[in-house]
């Protein structure tokens, strides 16, 4: 980011500090850090009040019609929970409202439970420098005035002028912004490459453009020491205000700091800091200075987002509870969220028997399992017709031939194309229809069904397909995941 790196000797900073209304309703003040041994805020200034009610989340408190879920008890006190604590208070009705920031430290506070998020204030308070930055160096052409003056310069549908004067031995720049329109472009962190916030050179670049209403004013000496002070309100790509506490010598910024507070930021993966919380970033380094700044944790924490017993990094199915972690298919994603499987099993209506691979050739078995890998078959297109891959081996399931059998039907090293490894699912509704079973498969080599009996062989003969009375044995429902409680393959 482009940046002054010394201001013109009129411009040092104000030797007036900024100062924030007091904040009479809450004792200890907003910005304090509390300890677990005595985590509680007292609600003053408002006695007279019948009823106050509170949230220590940030939001904003319901009414209720005056039933309101936290209502203040007759001690005035407030038990705040550990770690960043947004309080915010309602009365009169719900018409009046105010918000504190407190930090709680205990032991159990430290640990993360979430992505780091920063404050967004970070990315509007550098936003603002380099827009201020650029708009001085417009007026003037970055050089030091020679002595008192005026300049201006047009931004947008608005206007920043600049006024030098006198006060004694003392040099004053009055800088007036009113409705000045302009943008600059900062880093903001990578969040897609570093969730954690671990690498704080996974950055991208961010246009911000602002609008800027208010006053700045530098205070020095002739030697260019002194204060710069002021509050400007901006609108844009956020909502908010800054202060500028910066403190000048030898005519440049020497220290110091601006705090950001915001209501509305551009950014999808930060947020601007609760009860808009005027942050201090001290310069140059821009860090985040005060009790309220978040701190990322040295590693990611570990989740189990589901409560299954399985952190979020190594279950198949963080979302959905599945402590078996079942994966029918083997594909990484676990049953509980797999809305697709990879294979079908394949199941005759005679004995409810299922295509298994045996030691050399296909089977059937009465103990249909779609848990076993030899039951498990990937179906695929071949040629218009069908293929069908035993997840076991890898192999397709093909027939050597009529006349060499009668166990004809084996698995043999995939040839697409091949018409002995070609299967036709056609409709087969011998011995009347059955919606479990609603289809035989037909080899395209040659003109017979696989069939099965109680013996467990898979085989065809040339008479096969249309063999009366033994219709069981080739009629088959084909089964995505093996759930034969849904639809099979149709025909």
């Given at each position: 980011m482009p940046r002054l790196t010394a201001l013109p000797l009129l411009l040092a900073a104000c030797g007036d500090e900024v100062v924030r209304p007091v904040d009479d309703h809450f004792d200890p003040p907003s910005d304090t850090t509390l300890t677990s041994d005595d985590p509680t805020v007292t609600i003053v200034g408002l006695d007279d009040e019948p009823l106050i009610c509170f949230t220590t989340d940030g939001a904003a408190p319901d009414w209720a019609g005056g039933d309101c879920a936290n209502p203040l008890t007759d001690s005035r006190a407030v038990l705040l929970p550990c770690g960043f604590v947004v309080l915010t208070i309602a009365w009169d009705g719900g018409a009046q409202t105010d918000s504190a920031n407190y930090l709680v430290e205990s032991p159990g506070c430290a640990v993360q439970d979430g992505p780091v998020v920063l404050w967004s204030?970070?990315?509007?308070?550098?936003?603002?420098?380099?827009?201020?930055?650029?708009?001085?160096?417009?007026?003037?052409?970055?050089?030091?005035?020679?002595?008192?003056?005026?300049?201006?310069?047009?931004?947008?549908?608005?206007?920043?002028?600049?006024?030098?004067?006198?006060?004694?031995?003392?040099?004053?720049?009055?800088?007036?912004?009113?409705?000045?329109?302009?943008?600059?472009?900062?880093?903001?962190?990578?969040?897609?490459?570093?969730?954690?916030?671990?690498?704080?050179?996974?950055?991208?670049?961010?246009?911000?453009?602002?609008?800027?209403?208010?006053?700045?004013?530098?205070?020095?000496?002739?030697?260019?020491?002194?204060?710069?002070?002021?509050?400007?309100?901006?609108?844009?790509?956020?909502?908010?205000?800054?202060?500028?506490?910066?403190?000048?010598?030898?005519?440049?910024?020497?220290?110091?700091?601006?705090?950001?507070?915001?209501?509305?930021?551009?950014?999808?993966?930060?947020?601007?800091?609760?009860?808009?919380?005027?942050?201090?970033?001290?310069?140059?380094?821009?860090?985040?200075?005060?009790?309220?700044?978040?701190?990322?944790?040295?590693?990611?924490?570990?989740?189990?987002?589901?409560?299954?017993?399985?952190?979020?990094?190594?279950?198949?199915?963080?979302?959905?509870?599945?402590?078996?972690?079942?994966?029918?298919?083997?594909?990484?994603?676990?049953?509980?969220?797999?809305?697709?499987?990879?294979?079908?099993?394949?199941?005759?209506?005679?004995?409810?028997?299922?295509?298994?691979?045996?030691?050399?050739?296909?089977?059937?078995?009465?103990?249909?399992?779609?848990?076993?890998?030899?039951?498990?078959?990937?179906?695929?297109?071949?040629?218009?017709?069908?293929?069908?891959?035993?997840?076991?081996?890898?192999?397709?399931?093909?027939?050597?031939?009529?006349?060499?059998?009668?166990?004809?039907?084996?698995?043999?090293?995939?040839e697409p194309g091949r018409a002995e490894q070609q299967w036709d699912l056609e409709p087969y509704d011998q011995g009347g229809y059955e919606a479990r079973w609603p289809a035989r498969l037909h080899n395209v080599a040659d003109d017979f069904c696989i069939y099965t009996d109680n013996t467990g062989l898979v085989y065809g003969t040339i008479v096969n397909c249309n063999l009366a009375g033994s219709d069981a044995g080739r009629k088959v429902g084909i089964y995505a995941g093996g759930d034969f409680e849904g639809e099979p393959l149709q025909p």
């Open positions: 204030n970070d990315e509007l308070v550098r936003a603002f420098v380099a827009i201020k930055d650029d708009l001085q160096c417009r007026m003037n052409g970055c050089e030091n005035p020679s002595g008192t003056g005026q300049w201006s310069t047009g931004c947008g549908g608005g206007r920043v002028d600049w006024d030098v004067g006198l006060s004694g031995l003392r040099a004053i720049s009055t800088f007036t912004y009113a409705g000045c329109e302009a943008s600059a472009t900062v880093d903001v962190h990578d969040y897609a490459a570093d969730p954690w916030f671990q690498d704080e050179a996974a950055t991208l670049p961010l246009e911000v453009s602002l609008t800027l209403d208010g006053v700045i004013t530098v205070d020095t000496d002739f030697d260019g020491n002194g204060f710069e002070s002021g509050t400007l309100d901006l609108s844009g790509d956020f909502v908010g205000r800054v202060e500028s506490r910066i403190d000048i010598a030898d005519a440049a910024r020497s220290g110091g700091g601006f705090a950001a507070g915001c209501t509305d930021d551009p950014l999808d993966d930060e947020v601007c800091a609760p009860a808009a919380a005027m942050i201090q970033y001290d310069f140059p380094d821009w860090t985040c200075h005060g009790a309220i700044c978040p701190e990322p944790g040295d590693e990611p924490p570990e989740f189990d987002a589901d409560a299954d017993g399985i952190e979020d990094a190594e279950d198949n199915c963080p979302d959905d509870a599945n402590p078996l972690q079942e994966d029918i298919d083997e594909d990484g994603l676990g049953d509980a969220c797999d809305d697709h499987v990879d294979f079908v099993l394949v199941q005759f209506k005679h004995g409810e028997r299922c295509l298994i691979l045996g030691s050399s050739d296909v089977e059937s078995t009465s103990d249909c399992d779609p848990t076993d890998r030899r039951q498990q078959w990937e179906v695929f297109e071949d040629g218009g017709h069908l293929g069908l891959k035993s997840r076991a081996n890898d192999q397709c399931m093909s027939q050597r031939g009529i006349g060499i059998g009668p166990w004809t039907v084996t698995a043999e090293d995939c």
